[in-house]
Structures are given as C-alpha cells and as structure tokens.
C-alpha cells in the first residue's frame, strides 16, 4: 500500500445537517458513527467557498486552488448569443486555464485516481493514474475514463452499471422542480445504488492500484437535499409527522447511514499512515421565501420584457435558464428615470 493522502468530498455537505446526525442526541442515534469518530479525534472547520457558492467553480477552486476569475469555470454550462439564436455549452476540463492538482501530482511522478469530480472530462494527458469523470452521461463515460483500458477493468467489479454511475440529464432536470411525493421518493432512492457505484470504484482502485492519492467525490448529499430537505432540517421537530415525512426521513438516514459506511470502509483501507481530507464544496439551508427582482420591476412598470418570435430560434431561446427575463432596452431607458426617483 503506498497510498499517501486520502481526500473525500461530499458535495452540498453542512455541519449543520452533519451535526445532528453524528450526535447521539439525534433520537434515531448516531446516524454516521464513523464521521462522529473522526470529528472528534481530527480537526474540522468551515471553509470559504467561492463567491458564487455553485458545485462547478467550487469544486474547481478546490482541484486547482485558484479562484474562479483564474480558472474560468463558473457555471455547469455557458451560453452564447449569436443573433437571435441562443446556444449552450457545457464546460469541460478544457475550459480550465489553470493547472490540476492531478496534473501536477503526475507531473511530480505521484500516480493519482480521481472519481466523480465535475469538469475532469476530457482526462488531462499527463495523468498518471486513474481518472472516471463526473457530469458526464454515461454514452461518453467510456472515452473519458483514463487510462483506455479502465473502463472494461471496470467490468470486474459485481454488479458495475454505467447507467448507474453516471449522470442522467433528463434525471437531473428533477432536481430544481417541484416533484410527486411519489417522484421525490424515487429520486432518494436512485442515488442510493449511484453512490454504491462510486464507493465500488474507489475500492477497487485504493486496493488494487495502491494510488499515491486517491480522491472520490459522493454528490448525493447535495442531490438528496435539494428535494428532500424538509425531511432532514435541523431546525424543525420530526416528531409526529404523517407516514411519508417519516419514511422519507428514514430515506434520507439509509443515505447518510451507508454513506458513513463507505467513508469508514475507504478509511479504514487506506491505513493508518495515510493523511485523510474531507471537504464539500458549498453548504446548504431552506428557503421560504424567494425574490425574482425582474418580475418585481416588471410588475412596477419599471422593465418590459423582449418580444420574441415564434421560430424554432426563440423557442430555444424560451427555453433558456433566463427565460422571459430578455428586456427591451428602448424601454428600460424611457423608465429608468422613473426607476431612479423611486430607489431615492
């Protein structure tokens, strides 16, 4: 075994949901045992995160140490305006300006493994190790796996699913909509297995390759939360609840129960001589409340929204994430002095 360093990320992850679940005050008990271990004998405080504090230029910051106006990623994806058309991209590891930390292990003969991290695709040619993406849907994940034959060594574990692994888009639209009480359940439950799959892999490569470092990302804390938070706030009584907030709290503590499970096997593995680092890339609370400022203006006569034609180009641009929020600026010129006596 020459692994040195061992870093876990959790995406999304908050002392405050993390607290409660490694107290034995909780009444469930300790929902994550090991964690509540290693806060007590290691060393934790919180970090700073971008200033946006978004997964893609977070976790980018961390993989570079450099802040997002060096590295250039500052969303999931970009668009681009080319006439009356509207274009998205996603970003990738090519629209990183910086160097890696993987690169620079490499570049230093440290042999790396790095699972799950977003915008890692395409691998840097330099790598010396072992590279499966996140972000990535699982039709690209073979070509972005590194090395080449990674991806069919793969097929030795029990029970490997790309499907499984890797991102699903249409899956991922869930996230910010608001579900079925069945379809919120559902979407518990698909990142139970997915996080299996990146725990897998982890394992394989920690006990086979004995990388230098080795790094592996678990994003369904952050997932979890964004639809299932109701059933995890820590500044609301659980206690006597309906049927389904129930059940959906006891979901939500498989998650976190087998999560402890993987962190407490992947530390274990690595050995006592290994240098272990957890981190996340944001944090996480509820909102009740929620302010569009351009629909605010728009209602106060203060901004006029944009016409756009019926074409296949503005259905596109309809569809955008800044939909209806195109402003016509003869408009906004004739108002702004209206505007200016009124925030006076």
Known sequence: MTLRTLFIGMDGATFSVLDLLTSRTDPAGAVMPFLSKVFRDGARAKLRSTPNPLTPPAWVSLMTGRTPGHHGVYDFIRAEERNDDVFFTLYDSRDCRVETIWSIASRQGRRVAALNFPFTAPPPKDLNGFMVPGFVPWRHLRRNTAPADLYDRLKQIPDFNAQELAWDFEQEKQAMNELSDDDRENWVRYHLPREQQWYRIADFLLTRESPDLMAVMFDGVDKLQHQAWAYLDPTCSHEGRGEYHQRMRELCM????????????????????VQVFMASDHGFTGSTEVVRINAWLAEKGWLKWRDVPDTEEGRRRRQALWEGTEVDMVEAGVMREEFAAFIK
């Not at 498989?254 to 001589?273: H, N």
């Open 254 to 273: 498989a998650y976190f129960r087998q999560l402890d499970g993987f962190i407490e096997k992947l530390v274990t593995a690595a050995g006592p001589g």
